[in-house]
């Protein structure tokens, strides 16, 4: 998917079209009766914005976190959260799991030595209670300014959930009011990127395994897909781009998963559309000879888990025409000069940066002649949400000078995309200590379907 938290990818990007929210329930559409309505559709596929099985506990191991402000010289890190706005900050302090109100300003420092302290409001003075160290109660403005001071005591530079020049929005989470309340006080912020990556981003094995076992199910999901659509070609069977997702989302059911959205489905022209999502309204008819790419993503139900999302490309046909196969070798060829460089920088030690594997990905596509044609970024962070809060691969959309971290996944999809047709190739891979995974099989070439 070419590129959260709480939005699903085709939100992010603006589809307008985007109402799939939800949870696979175990109940199978009669299509024969007629087609799903959109508020049945939402129904099967569970929305993430709250997570059902995340628990009211700190995920933050304080010492570890210590250790890593002493290595950047940071005095500490603040998170601050008021009403949601920062979804990051409240997952780390354990506040997600429904069973605390958060209408008001919250704050937790962690201090590179020394005990944490946190500042709450007296209505909500118990959100905190599971997190070391000292606790201050304010209820009113005044006592909230005194206690943001006393906060801060001995404090020169923090990090926080803050982008510069809002450069990673994914990160950018501390609005610029908050923001002069602490540069107000003598203090410099600096960006939590590499710290949320150490301590949200990064995969456990556990993870990792149900990554494995979601990109398993999806590979399955995806062959289906294909030979299904191509049996309705060879038979003159009518079956539409909509018809075609809803049987995908009743397979996503069977193999366990759930996900934000029910997968792209998407011919020809609509190809075109990174982000094109079918409908009843508006679903075009699946015939011979047209370019067909599948887009899914999705996790399994089961605490902690984390995504696997893929795209491949068939061809209802014999035959691909030049055109589309050559744009094919062209992205073939971009995905895998960003696992070549993912791989050897693993493999060395070395730092590396997103926005370095975005270019190595799009230096191929621009020396093919496809410069013009690329609308995204290489590649996302996968987490337990789609989208996760680790580094994407961008220098496009966004400059990224987050590491590539031991213990984080991510897709690489690179893709062109023109009036007629479009292709993506899309990867996951996982950075290990001294090793970096593809996880899941590549696409060579655009799969002959008939």
């Known amino acids: 998917m070419p590129q959260r938290d709480s939005t699903s990818k085709c939100e992010e990007q603006g589809d307008g079209e985007s109402e799939f929210h939800g949870h696979i329930q175990q109940r199978t559409p009669d299509y024969r009766a007629g087609r799903l309505s959109r508020s049945s559709m939402r129904q099967k596929m569970h929305k993430l914005e709250r997570d059902p099985y995340t628990e009211d506990v700190m995920a933050l191991d304080v010492a570890a976190v210590q250790r890593s402000l002493r290595a950047e010289g940071l005095d500490g890190w603040l998170l601050y959260d008021f009403h949601g706005s920062n979804p990051i900050a409240a997952r780390l302090a354990g506040l997600t799991g429904g069973a605390h109100m958060t ?94 990556q150490q301590f949200e981003a990064a995969w456990t094995p556990a993870q990792l395994a149900t990554h494995r076992t979601a990109s398993e199910a999806l590979y399955r999901i995806k062959d289906r897909a294909f030979s299904t659509a191509a049996k309705a070609v060879r038979d003159g069977r009518a079956l539409s781009e909509y018809d075609l997702q809803l049987q995908m989302v009743d397979w996503f059911a069977e193999e366990g998963l759930i996900s934000d959205s029910a997968p792209v489905v998407a011919v020809d022209a609509n190809a075109g559309n990174p982000h094109y999502l079918p409908t009843a309204e508006r679903s075009a008819a699946i015939k011979a000879d047209q370019v067909l790419l599948l887009d899914l993503w999705g996790k399994l139900t089961e605490p902690g888990a984390v995504f696997a ?118 990867i996951n891979m996982y950075r290990g200590e001294h090793e970096a995974l593809v996880t899941g099989p590549r696409q060579t070439e655009i799969l002959r379907l008939l």
């Open 103 to 196: 209408t008001r300003r919250w704050y937790y420092l962690i201090p590179s030595s020394g005990e944490p302290r946190g500042l709450v409001h007296a209505i909500e003075r118990h959100n905190l209670d599971a997190l070391p160290g000292e606790k201050t109660v304010y209820a009113g403005r005044d006592q909230l300014d005194a206690g943001l001071t006393h906060l801060l005591n001995g404090m020169s530079r923090v990090a926080m959930e803050y982008s510069p020049n809002g450069a990673i929005p994914y990160l950018s989470r501390v609005d610029a009011g908050t923001a002069e309340a602490i540069r107000g006080r003598g203090v410099e912020i600096v960006s939590s990127g590499d710290l949320v």
């Open 309 to 426: 999302d893929i795209t491949w490309v068939g061809m209802t046909g014999r035959a691909v025409p030049a055109e589309a196969a050559r744009a094919f070798d062209a992205i073939a060829g971009a995905r895998d000069a960003a696992v070549t460089l993912v791989e050897d920088a693993a493999r060395s030690g070395r730092d590396l940066r997103g926005w370095e594997v975005d270019r190595a990905a799009r230096a191929v596509l621009q020396q093919a002649g496809y410069g013009e044609r690329i609308l995204h970024r290489t590649g996302h962070s996968l987490g337990e949400s789609v989208h996760g809060n680790g580094v994407h691969l961008d220098d496009y959309e966004t400059h990224d000078d987050r590491r590539v971290l031991p213990g984080t996944g991510f897709t690489i999809e690179p893709g062109v995309y023109f009036e007629t047709f479009g292709v993506r190739t899309e």
